[in-house]
């Protein structure tokens, strides 16, 4: 089946099989990836529109007690220097944005029990009583009561990110991880009536466009509502510190495709492309995304939050710069 026939089938809303993903995938020819990027940017239209969707990420705390092999946050790691933000920090983080005009904050930490339900609630209601934000928390795996105080508390999204939908490949990353657990808190998540987030990590060692198939799949079989795919990118100090990182292209691949499977979602260009190329991020914007994150955490703990190395500085200029680089681009229509 050629390249053109399942860019056509999405276009009269045809469900795509794995094989159709798996070969769009694989695609290696400039001329069909330009058609593929250029299929999902119409589907983007389609379903969101002309818009991208700015957000401020806080990254309050660095401490985490997983393992996981490709993050620099793991607690393995005693070469980090660990910190976390007071309420008053936080809350002077989202004033800031709010000011900037930026209506969701994303509150994201690594898996740190020092914030307890009751200091993760006081910080959403503050937030919601003072500022009116939506919230998007990222804290990891919590309990079901906690998501559901969470929830009752104010906040509006959850990202828990799958990261593989491939056990195999899940537990190879994730050592002290539970892959069926993950899995079922994504579904607690939307019983909750969260805006769920998930995603994937392009390139992990191992790593085959069926696995990368496997994720789409995932992410429309469990209906999720944002996600975020971004290359693996190399963390000091972590087992996987010396592979080499997930390619930019493979990454666009993987946004164009997910755009076309998943349809009407939040697919943001992440930092992690952002890290890899400055092109890339811009082509990502023509390719299926319609959603940016600006790092909002404060200078002096940002180059601690490394949960991969030399991460870029995605802040308001570089979103603005990035977007009407994107918009100004006008791709040549290649007929396949
Ligand atoms: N490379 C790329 N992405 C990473 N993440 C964590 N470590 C890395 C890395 N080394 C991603 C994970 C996590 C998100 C916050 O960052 O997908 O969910």
Same mark, same amino acid.
């Given at each position: ?116 339900? =009751? ?201 603005? =710069? ?15």
């Amino acid at each position: 089946e050629s390249v053109l026939s399942i860019l056509e089938k999405v276009a009269v809303d045809e469900v795509l099989s794995k094989e159709e993903i798996i070969t769009l995938l694989s695609i290696e020819s400039e001329e069909e990836k330009a058609a593929l990027f250029k299929a999902a940017d119409l589907m983007r239209e389609e379903c969101v529109g002309p818009k991208v969707d700015i957000r401020g990420a806080i990254e309050f705390s660095n401490y985490c007690i997983r393992s996981c092999n490709y993050c620099g946050l793991r607690k393995e790691n005693r070469k980090l220097h660990r910190y976390r933000m007071t309420i008053d920090e936080i809350l002077a983080v989202a004033y800031r944005m709010k000011e900037m005009g930026i209506k969701t904050v994303i509150l994201q930490s690594g898996e740190d029990p020092f914030y307890t339900v =009751e200091l993760i609630e006081e910080i959403i209601k503050t937030i919601k009583a003072e500022l009116g934000m939506r919230i998007t928390l990222s804290l990891g795996e919590r309990s079901y009561e906690e998501y559901r105080r969470f929830k009752e508390a104010g906040a509006n999204n959850y990202l828990l990110k799958i990261e593989a939908a491939n056990q195999k490949l899940f537990y190879k990353a994730h050592p002290d991880g539970d892959w069926e657990k993950r899995a079922k808190h994504t579904r607690w998540l939307k019983e909750l009536g969260y805006i769920v987030g998930s995603g994937n990590i392009i390139g992990l060692p191992g790593q085959t466009v069926e696995d990368i198939a496997e994720d789409i799949l995932f992410f429309k079989k469990y209906g999720i509502h944002m996600i975020g795919i971004g290359p693996f990118i190399p963390a000091a100090n972590s087992p996987w510190a010396n592979l080499n990182p997930g390619t930019v292209d493979m990454t666009l691949k993987t946004l164009a495709v997910t755009r076309l499977v998943c349809q009407n979602v939040y697919i943001p260009a992440t930092t992690a492309l952002a890290t890899l190329s400055k092109e890339g991020f811009i082509k990502a914007l023509r390719a299926g995304t319609n959603t940016i994150m600006l790092i909002m955490t404060p200078p002096i703990y940002r180059e601690k939050y490394q949960i991969y190395s030399n991460k870029n500085m995605v802040n308001l200029d570089f979103a603005v =710069e990035c977007i009407e680089k994107a918009q100004r681009e006008l791709p040549s229509y290649i007929k396949v």
